[in-house]
T-cell receptor, first 113, second 115 residues
Framework: NAGVTQTPKFRVLKTGQSMTLLCAQD?????MYWYRQDPGMGLRLIHY???????AKGEVPDGYNVSRLKKQNFLLGLESAAPSQTSVYFC????????????FGEGSRLTVL | AQSVTQLGSHVSVSEGALVLLRCNYS??????LFWYVQYPNQGLQLLLK??????LVKGINGFEAEFKKSETSFHLTKPSAHMSDAAEYFC?????????????FGTGTRLKVLA
């Protein structure tokens, strides 16, 4: 049982480059989330989705786009990377967006030079 | 908007001592509250959650938390710390926005266990 899988796990970008992070879950969860983790700031919600074809903005959505074309996948895109987007990104999923447990991937470490 | 505040970004305890990690929430409605643990280079995993049933919630690895509405608190405790408890701990609350829910996390508390 893979749970939540994120790819890639590490990536180095130059300022202005674009990239996509892929999150895949095999638990048939409706809710999926993208967070970024920075020292001293905890986890901050970037975007989330409450079902296939839906997306919504979180606390820090600027500079990111997302898509949920298939229920099991949630993509996070950076169109023009900036050094401020250097972070560890976590994807999570939940069967119930109110009281359900969040299942996390192992994280994707992104460095923007 | 709902929020959680974790007092103390770093906490050190001796092995065998009581662990107390603090979390206060702000919410105008009964909240759903969670504690997660993150070990180095891993994702987060659920320790326990409060969903308006019993106010004292027991979780994995001997941790428990008590929901106190009067104090708007949900502090995490463990009677006797073990070296393997060294990790970062996050308090979280679920928040409703236009009928959908999202999870808001605190800034985390890094627990160090001294031999």
């Amino acid at each position: 049982n893979a749970g939540v899988t994120q790819t890639p796990k590490f990536r180095v970008l130059k300022t202005g480059q674009s990239m996509t992070l892929l999150c895949a879950q095999d638990m048939n969860h409706e809710y999926m989330y993208w967070y970024r983790q920075d020292p001293g700031m905890g986890l901050r919600l970037i975007h989330y989705s409450v079902g296939e074809g839906t997306t919504a903005k979180g606390e820090v959505p600027d500079g990111y786009n997302v898509s949920r074309l298939k229920k099991q996948n949630f993509l996070l895109g950076l169109e023009s990377a900036a050094p401020s987007q250097t972070s560890v990104y976590f994807c999570a999923s939940s069967y119930n967006g109110r009281s359900g447990e969040l299942f996390f991937g192992e994280g994707s470490r992104l460095t923007v030079l | 908007a709902q929020s959680v505040t974790q007092l103390g970004s770093h906490v050190s305890v001796s092995e065998g001592a009581l662990v107390l990690l603090r979390c206060n929430y702000s919410s105008s409605v009964p909240p759903y509250l969670f504690w997660y643990v993150q070990y180095p280079n891993q994702g987060l995993q659920l320790l326990l959650k409060y969903t308006s049933a019993a106010t004292l919630v027991k979780g994995i690895n001997g941790f428990e938390a008590e929901f106190k509405k009067s104090e708007t608190s949900f502090h995490l405790t463990k009677p006797s710390a073990h070296m393997s408890d060294a990790a970062e701990y996050f308090c979280a609350v679920s928040e409703s926005t236009s009928g959908t829910y999202k999870y808001i996390f605190g800034t985390g508390t890094r627990l160090k266990v001294l031999a």
